[in-house]
């Protein structure tokens, strides 16, 4: 599996950073080859073509998804080279779980219609350094993705 980590934050060295290297750590020891990027609203995204699986994640500032992965999504040609995708979803936040699902994770999903989602999990602030949480979902993720190429 060739997996992306697409992700924003504003705090560099933060917690949204941290998750992703540990996830990342976690992908490639299943023999995955994982890189990561950091959005920019207007970016160019024709990349995401050569990757299996895009990991894509942000925290939550003020209600909204960190600007420049929403941004991506609505603004630049993510979402067109996104289509057939296999996707995983993460959000950081301070709410509880039930607030984010209801409140922050439909911000992503209303824009990723014509994807796939292996695996979607709102990270609170005690679990963005567990590993154990961290490896439950990145064996979640692995798991539907042999389910879904074995299809
Ligand atoms: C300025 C600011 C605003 C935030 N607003 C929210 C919010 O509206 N809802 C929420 O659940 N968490 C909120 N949080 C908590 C962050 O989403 C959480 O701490 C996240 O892990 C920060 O990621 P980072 O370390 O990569 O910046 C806020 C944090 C900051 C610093």
Do not use: H, W
């Amino acid at each position: 599996m060739k997996a992306l980590i697409l992700f924003d934050s504003r705090t560099s060295g933060g917690s949204t950073e941290q998750l992703i290297d540990a996830i990342g750590q976690e992908l490639a020891a299943t023999g995955a080859i994982v890189e990561k990027a950091k959005c920019k609203s207007r970016g160019d995204y024709s990349f995401v073509a050569d990757f299996d699986v895009v990991i894509m994640g942000a925290p939550i500032y003020y209600l909204m998804v960190s600007s420049e992965l929403l941004g991506a999504l609505l603004q630049s040609n993510l979402k067109q080279f996104l289509q057939g995708k296999k996707v995983a979803l993460f959000l950081t936040c301070g709410s509880p779980e039930l607030m984010a699902n209801i409140l922050y994770l439909p911000q992503l999903k209303l824009n990723l219609a014509g994807t796939t989602t292996l695996a979607e999990k709102i990270f609170a602030p005690d679990q963005t350094s567990n590993p154990d949480v961290i490896k439950n979902y990145v064996m979640e993720l692995v798991d539907a993705y042999k389910k879904a190429e074995a299809k």
